[in-house]
């Protein structure tokens, strides 16, 4: 199967800056991803960590385990163009899929305002597929605070995040042709994590 063309930090998340203590949960009734995971999912998070991109975009990443994304279950939350569109604070965003992210042979369609908040979840431990992610395609997260994307940040008030969600997340492949209404390809995934930055030691990729 052909891999999904992705841009962007969304698949290449640096640790970077966090030592991944936070409160939070993902759940569906239903989790769909072909050849990976039909049934009930509860992702149980122990590892919160935060990452910024010259004050223009935040990463933040909501996992079990501390391992790398590669090798294990996680939910990645993509959010950009902060300098001009910032998420406000106790209104519903709407997430769509992340700029980049299309599906091979699928016409591209400039989107003069695309989603400014993109959500990947991902089940590489769970499911060790070639291709165990699936994206927002529909829903809404609130943002009840965010970090202020600072690396040096010392107002604890800017350091915390704390956000509610409810997508619907699909392989966009899988959406092509008929399948963009068979309700049986997407599934409804909501989820709640709250946690501070805290800055610890960069990654380090050589020794």
Known sequence: MTSLVRLGPVALFALGCTVG????????????????WTGSFDLGPDFFAGNSFRDE???????????????SD?????????????????????????????????????????????LALYLHD?????????YS????ITFLSLWSGDL????????????????????????LGGGANDPD???RVTGHFRFFFQRGQPAQPFQ
């Open 21 to 36: 203590e936070g409160e939070g949960w993902v759940k569906s009734d239903r989790l769909f991803i072909e050849d990976c």
């Open 57 to 71: 975009s935040i990463t933040l990443r909501i996992q079990r385990g501390d391992n790398i994304e590669e090798l």
């Open 74 to 118: 996680g939910l990645v939350i993509q959010i950009t163009e902060l300098k001009t569109a910032r998420p406000p604070v106790g209104v519903p965003v709407e997430v769509g899929m992340p700029v980049g992210v299309h599906a091979p042979g699928e016409e591209i369609v400039y989107d003069p305002d695309p989603a400014t908040v993109s």
């Open 126 to 134: 769970s499911c060790h597929a070639q291709n165990g992610t699936v």
């Open 137 to 140: 395609v529909d829903g809404t």
């Open 152 to 175: 040096n940040e010392d107002n604890a008030d800017q350091r915390l995040t704390e956000a509610t969600f409810d997508a619907t997340f699909a392989d966009p492949r899988l959406l």
């Open 185 to 187: 390809l997407s599934s």
